[in-house]
Structure formats: structure tokens, C-alpha cells
């Protein structure tokens, strides 16, 4: 077993990151769900390992707000890290602002999606809820006059992925540091469908999510329930690809408390689309820390229409296991999710063989994202990458970006130097 009391004076073992991961992770989403005000009794690696699971799961925020913790670096990047937030908040608002405005006068019709609704709905305050960047949803019909739009704001085209095209600001200079920094470009990602692929199916449910009678400028959902679909199916596509994040479980959690058994019948949609088997996961996940968030016949109605392997893997479901914060690269995370054997096969052929498109997000991932561009193992033939996996553990590229920005902090910077945002 991992030797939790090791220090970080020497270099750490990948083993002892590993255990001081998912200790930090899971003591985190405990006390985050249920705060009790009892500091841990972690040594000073895990609480380095600490501001990385915080800044990973986006919850520094909050913690800051609820979790009284006694130590003096800890509070200090907390501290920080509130104060980031809350001027990014800032930030985001008067833009939100600026693109209702110009949208009624362009008459084009918009959705501001997840962090941006849930703000909207008052269940968190400036400081405590991160948003890396402005999702929007818009009809195919205004997609055109929208990019119009943005690009009149000083916006340029990034690049176009399966899910959306991605925004930035023609000026923008990315900010290197670890966690939420306001200085951070805020990025806008226009979607024309809400979908996911779990993992080779897409699930789409647009239909669910962009109102019937939409006006010009920024609308809300449809209802609270529409909202809550969308997030569950968020965290299952997250789950699916093991990005799951502890500030979206409690997006889940406060949205849950607000809702009445009949507003929960929005997640199977209008008739027009499948059953929503994929909710099950991330309420299990949800159930597991947030005790008492999810109705218990809700879970039992989704389980009977959730696959037996699926329906096993999510009872036994961590946040460390369905995160980041897990630390080891896995090559058949997700299969789990296949819903027959064919779909499964598939699942297998495009990790061997990715397909140009997957290869295309690939670059685009490497081109946009800071934190993969100093990574050989990105870039590295797939030859290469199979033989590393042979050979001995591979670490995630995205966990090891945050962890060793966390180890190389030295305690007057936390003050100074709150940095990079994980997609929310």
C-alpha cells in the first residue's frame, strides 16, 4: 500500500499522487455535500493534491464559501481563487448582457446554456460556481447570422467540432497558472443540438431544450426540468469519458432540491426521443454523496431501462473513478456504455483505428488547448502510445497538467497566482 504520510520534499512516486488523488477527491465531494468543519489530517503532498482535485472539479469556489478548513495555504487559495471567480463572473455577466442586446436586434433567438441558466436561477452566488466559457444554443436556421454576430463582437471562428463551433476573442492571450484566473479568455461555444455520443450512439435530445416559441435575444429553458435533462446528459457523456466534475454533481443536487415529481418526467422528452437510460449514472453518482438528492423511484424506474452492464458499473461508481482524478489512462473506459455487441466492436475499431474525423478533433485539441501542447505523449504515434500502454501505466495528460502546477506552487503565489480553467 501507498505510504499516504510521504512528503512532498522528494519528488513524489506516481503511486503516491495516485493515492493522495483519490483521498483528496473523495474527502472533498463528502465534505462538499455534507460539511462538518473537520480538517483533515492530510500531510503536505495531499494538500498540494487537494488544490489540484479542487481546481480540477471547480469547487474552490465553494469551498470557500462552506468549508471552514484550518490551513493557512489552503485558505489563502481559496481565497484567491473566490476572488477570480467572482470577477470572471463579472466579466461573463456583462457579456451575456451585450449578446441578449445585440441578438434582439439581430432577431436572432438564443439559449444560454448550463453554468449561465443556472446563475440565471440564483442557486450560486458571483465567486462560486466557475463557467470556463459562454455555451449558447441557437437554431440552425439563425447559426449564420449568430457567427455574424459574434464575429462583429471581436470574435473569430477557433475551430468546428462535432458538438459546436468554438469562439475566441481575436485578442485573446491564454493565462498559464493553476486554477481559475479573471483574466482567462472567456471562449463562446455555439451549439446547433444538445447531444452526446455514450459512446458511439449520439443522444440527442434538442428537442427537449430549445423552445417552442423562442424570441429574440437570450431565452431560458423551457422548464426546470428541460434544464436538469441537459445536465444529466452532460454528466453522462462526462462520465462516459471519465471528465466528471464534483461542481457538476452539485449543479445536479441544487437543481434536484427545486424540482417536483411531475417536472422530472421532462427527461423522456416529447415522445419524439429514446428513453433516458443514460440519466442513471450520474444520479447514482449523485445518490452516492448527495444523500437523499434524487428521488429513489426515479432511480428505480431508469434502472429498468439501463443495460445490465452499464446499470452494475454504476453502482459501484466514485467520483475519483468517473474523474480526473483518476490518475491512470484507461484504453476501454467507456465500453461499458455500448448498448449491444456490435456497438461495442465499434467502440474497439475506433480506438484502434481513430476515423479522420476523430483525428481531425484530435489537432484541433492540441492547436486550442494549452495544457496538451507540451505533452509528447498527444502528438506521439499511435504505435508508440500502444507500446507505452504495454509497457507500464500511462498517466493522463490532463491530470499530470494540474498536478504538477499544484506541486510547483510555492505558498506566496497561491495569493497571487490562481490560473488555468477545466472545461465546465
Known amino acids: 500500500m501507498p505510504d499516504h504520510r510521504a512528503t512532498p520534499c522528494a519528488k513524489p512516486s506516481l503511486e503516491h499522487i495516485k493515492a493522495g488523488l483519490q483521498r ?20 503536505a503532498l495531499e494538500w498540494r493534491l487537494a488544490t489540484a482535485a479542487a481546481v480540477v472539479h471547480g469547487v474552490a ?85 449568430a457567427g455574424v454576430m459574434l464575429e462583429g463582437m471581436g470574435y473569430v471562428l477557433s475551430f468546428i467540432g462535432w458538438k459546436h463551433r468554438v469562439y475566441k476573442p481575436a485578442d485573446h492571450a491564454n493565462v498559464a497558472c493553476l486554477g481559475e484566473h479573471c483574466d482567462t479568455p472567456v471562449n463562446i461555444e455555439l451549439h446547433t443540438r444538445i447531444q452526446e455520443r455514450l459512446p458511439i450512439a449520439v443522444v440527442d435530445i434538442t428537442s427537449c431544450i430549445y423552445p417552442r416559441s423562442p424570441v429574440p435575444g437570450i431565452n431560458p429553458y423551457p422548464s426546470r426540468g428541460a434544464l436538469m435533462s441537459h445536465l444529466l446528459l452532460h454528466a453522462a457523456g462526462n462520465i462516459c ?45 449523485v445518490s452516492r454523496y448527495y444523500t437523499g438528492a434524487v428521488p429513489p423511484s426515479l432511480l428505480y424506474e431508469l434502472e429498468t431501462e439501463c443495460r445490465g452492464p452499464l446499470r452494475f458499473a454504476s453502482r459501484h461508481l466514485t467520483l475519483t473513478k468517473a474523474s480526473c482524478s483518476e490518475l491512470w ?87 497571487q497566482r490562481p490560473g488555468p480553467a477545466v472545461t465546465t
Open 24 to 43: 483528496t477527491t473523495e474527502t472533498l465531494a463528502i465534505e462538499f455535500a455534507h460539511p462538518t468543519g473537520d480538517t483533515p489530517d492530510w500531510n
Open 241 to 285: 469519458n471519465r471528465t466528471m466534475r464534483l461542481i457538476h454533481l452539485n449543479d445536479i443536487s441544487l437543481l434536484a432540491a427545486r424540482m417536483v415529481r411531475s417536472e422530472w418526467l421532462a427527461l423522456w422528452g416529447d415522445g419524439t426521443t429514446e428513453s433516458p437510460w443514460w440519466a442513471l449514472p450520474p444520479l447514482l453518482l
Open 61 to 145: 469556489g465553494q469551498l470557500h464559501t462552506y468549508v471552514r478548513w484550518q490551513n493557512s495555504e489552503w485558505t489563502r487559495f481559496l481565497e484567491s481563487q473566490y476572488e477570480h471567480v467572482a470577477r470572471r463572473h463579472e466579466r461573463i455577466d456583462t457579456l451575456l448582457d451585450r449578446i441578449d442586446a445585440l441578438a434582439r436586434d439581430a432577431g436572432v433567438p438564443l439559449v444560454a446554456l448550463k453554468g449561465a441558466a443556472l446563475h440565471a436561477m440564483g442557486l450560486y452566488a458571483a465567486g462560486e460556481r466557475p463557467m470556463a466559457d459562454i455555451d449558447l444554443l441557437v437554431s440552425e436556421d439563425h447559426q449564420e447570422r
Open 329 to 415: 489512462l484507461h484504453a476501454w473506459s467507456g465500453i461499458e456504455w455500448s448498448r449491444s455487441i456490435r456497438e461495442a466492436g465499434q467502440f474497439v475499431m475506433n480506438r484502434l483505428r481513430p476515423s479522420a474525423q476523430a483525428r481531425q478533433e484530435r489537432e484541433d485539441m492540441v492547436r486550442t488547448q494549452l495544457w496538451l501542447q507540451a505533452s509528447p505523449w498527444v502528438t506521439a504515434a499511435r504505435w508508440r502510445r500502444a507500446l507505452a500502454w504495454l509497457r507500464h501505466p500511462v498517466t493522463r495528460t490532463d491530470t499530470m497538467y494540474v498536478v504538477r502546477a499544484a506541486l510547483e506552487q510555492t505558498s506566496p503565489t497561491w495569493a
